[in-house]
């Protein structure tokens, strides 16, 4: 019965494993993507064509950097929840996968950052201003609309979730 659910656990673990690779291939919205119409920063900066460029072949860069990070970081919280639903949680086990996950996740951070300031390094001095200025003001390619996406009665406009 025990190796029935240890194969069970070990097929369900492989399963999410897969299908979290499949979808961290799919496209989705990049940092700082210039193509992207929806992205003000990208729009506040009137990049040159060849500043454009350098940005994409930066973003695709750190497409392929992220990819393995992002698939190790679902596998570990999978196994974490593994841990957690076990008949018996061991709290040693769990603290060392959390451990694990902290770690990848502070290794995406690393690059994201570094990704932020290799573009910022291509700016001109009046385009670095108006970067910083977003950063400083949490505004570097996320959601804009005045509240958070779920709490629509923050957005402050009629027929924008204000009634």
């Known amino acids: ?22 979808q961290a291939q799919q496209p989705g919205p990049p940092p700082f993507a210039p193509q992207k119409p ?22 695709l860069q750190l ?41 990848i996740r502070t290794e995406i951070q690393k690059k994201r950052v570094a990704h932020r300031l290799k573009i910022r390094s291509l700016l001109t001095e009046e385009q670095r201003k108006i970067f910083d200025t977003q950063i400083l003001s949490g505004h570097h390619g996320k959601h804009h609309g005045g509240g958070h996406p779920m709490m629509p009665g923050k957005m402050g406009k009629k027929g924008h979730g204000c009634r």
């Open 1 to 22: 019965m025990k190796r029935t659910i240890a194969v069970m656990l070990t097929l369900i673990l492989t399963s999410l494993t897969l299908v979290s690779l499949v």
């Open 63 to 103: 497409q392929k950097e992220m990819l393995p990070l992002r698939s190790e970081l679902m596998t570990k919280r999978n196994e974490l929840k593994l841990l957690m639903t076990a008949e018996k949680p061991d709290m040693g086990k769990i603290n060392r996968k959390i451990e694990e996950i902290s770690k």
């Open 38 to 59: 929806g992205m003000p920063m990208m729009r506040l900066l009137n990049l040159t064509a060849e500043q454009q460029s350098q940005i994409s072949d930066l973003r």
